[in-house]
């Protein structure tokens, strides 16, 4: 892959990471502010929809993304190791965990966050 290839994955990759922080934090806010009003509680479900279709692209995308970058460095002689087993939705364990944590972990703060504003 050339360097230039390189560059513009990393940015989408990055534009991702900082997508799904910013759904998130907007998700919360939505939650937070515009569901107290009645009148728009029946919106729940497609802004529900919505996120999670969001969010379910963007790991996709970042799936396929380490994924080719993965297959681009490794020798096709090469075995995968024990280590690198995929169990859910592709991912290995040690990315399932980091995904979970980064993902509570913007739950979290914003929910704080908002909490402290409003």
Same mark, same amino acid.
């Given at each position: 892959? #050339?360097?230039?290839? &390189?560059?513009?994955?990393? /940015?989408?990759? =990055?534009?991702? =990471?900082?997508?799904? !922080?910013?759904?998130? +934090?907007?998700?919360?806010? *939505? =939650?937070?502010?515009?569901?107290?009003?009645? #009148?728009? @509680?029946?919106?729940? %479900? =497609?802004?529900? *929809?919505?996120?999670?279709?969001?969010?379910?692209?963007? *790991?996709?995308?970042?799936?396929? %993304?380490?994924? #080719?970058?993965?297959?681009?460095? @490794?020798?096709?002689?090469?075995?995968?190791?024990?280590?690198? &087993?995929?169990?859910?939705?592709?991912? &290995? +364990?040690?990315?399932?965990? *980091? !995904?979970?944590?980064?993902? /509570? &972990?913007?739950?979290?703060?914003?929910?704080?966050?908002?909490? %402290? %504003?409003?």
């Amino acid at each position: 892959m #050339d360097s230039h290839q &390189t560059g513009k994955s990393r /940015a989408f990759e =990055y534009f991702l =990471y900082l997508a799904v !922080i910013a759904e998130t +934090g907007l998700a919360a806010l *939505i =939650y937070k502010v515009i569901f107290d009003n009645s #009148d728009l @509680a029946r919106l729940r %479900l =497609y802004f529900a *929809i919505f996120y999670f279709a969001f969010l379910a692209w963007a *790991i996709q995308q970042l799936h396929k %993304l380490h994924r #080719d970058r993965a297959n681009s460095l @490794a020798l096709p002689a090469e075995k995968p190791a024990a280590a690198d &087993t995929r169990f859910m939705l592709g991912l &290995t +364990g040690r990315q399932f965990v *980091i !995904i979970f944590v980064v993902f /509570a &972990t913007a739950v979290a703060a914003f929910s704080w966050v908002l909490r %402290l %504003l409003l």
